[in-house]
T-cell receptor, first 113, second 113 residues
Framework: KAGVTQTPRYLIKTRGQQVTLSCSPI?????VSWYQQTPGQGLQFLFE???????NKGNFPGRFSGRQFSNSRSEMNVSTLELGDSALYLC????????????FGQGTRLTVV | TQLLEQSPQFLSIQEGENLTVYCNSS?????LQWYRQEPGEGPVLLVT?????EVKKLKRLTFQFGDARKDSSLHITAAQPGDTGLYLC?????????????FGAGTQVVVTP
């Protein structure tokens, strides 16, 4: 069965632009979580979606947003990009999101210049 | 401050040696997971432990969850170069954490032939 698919794998954007990242979870998984990974902060939780609803949110500014579609695919958007937003963005899928096993995609490497 | 403290931060050993990575917290976790991550890729789930005192073996890897569910360890026997990677522990503090995993900073393991 196919794993978690994230697109694109790499992205270079300019400060002030916005970006949209996509995540397709494992078939049958309804929970999608997003994480930001940087060398200094490690993996930080952004938000989680289940059945098109955001159920949990981390401590990130409002420039970071997301949504989930009826087929469980999810997108995250970052507006007004800053240099500090450069990171590996990871999506994780799980059956229900309630302390269940999470499976990660390969990530999207975002570089802001 | 990381909720989960991993030690050591870096481990370099020769092929055939054994190693142990520790993951400690002052919080009780409903479940704890271990991942291995390679550069530029997403974390790959190795194991999930949910019961205090639980021991799980995966070939040469042995995972232990502390009785109080506050700590865990990963032991690798006769390490091989293919074991090289960043080992991450992650846990859910509550069963209704909705997709939010708390991650340790990781232990970089390098196994040289």
């Amino acid at each position: 069965k196919a794993g978690v698919t994230q697109t694109p794998r790499y992205l270079i954007k300019t400060r002030g632009q916005q970006v949209t990242l996509s995540c397709s979870p494992i078939s049958g998984h309804r929970s999608v979580s997003w994480y930001q990974q940087t060398p200094g902060q490690g993996l930080q939780f952004l938000f989680e979606y289940f059945s098109e609803t955001q159920r949990n949110k981390g401590n990130f500014p409002g420039r970071f947003s997301g949504r989930q579609f009826s087929n469980s695919r999810s997108e995250m958007n970052v507006s007004t990009l800053e240099l500090g937003d450069s990171a590996l963005y990871l999506c994780a899928s799980s059956l229900t999101g309630a302390s269940t096993e999470a499976f990660f995609g390969q990530g999207t490497r975002l570089t802001v210049v | 401050t990381q909720l989960l403290e991993q030690s050591p931060q870096f481990l370099s050993i020769q092929e055939g040696e054994n190693l142990t990575v520790y993951c400690n917290s002052s919080s009780v976790f409903s479940s704890l997971q271990w991942y291995r991550q390679e550069p530029g890729e997403g974390p790959v789930l190795l194991v999930t432990v949910v019961t205090g005192g639980e021991v799980k073996k995966l070939k040469r890897l042995t995972f232990q969850f502390g009785d109080a569910r506050k700590d865990s360890s990963l032991h690798i026997t006769a390490a091989q170069p293919g074991d090289t990677g960043l080992y991450l522990c992650a846990g859910s503090v509550r069963t209704d954490s909705w997709g939010k995993l708390q991650f340790g900073a990781g232990t970089q393991v390098v196994v040289t032939p």
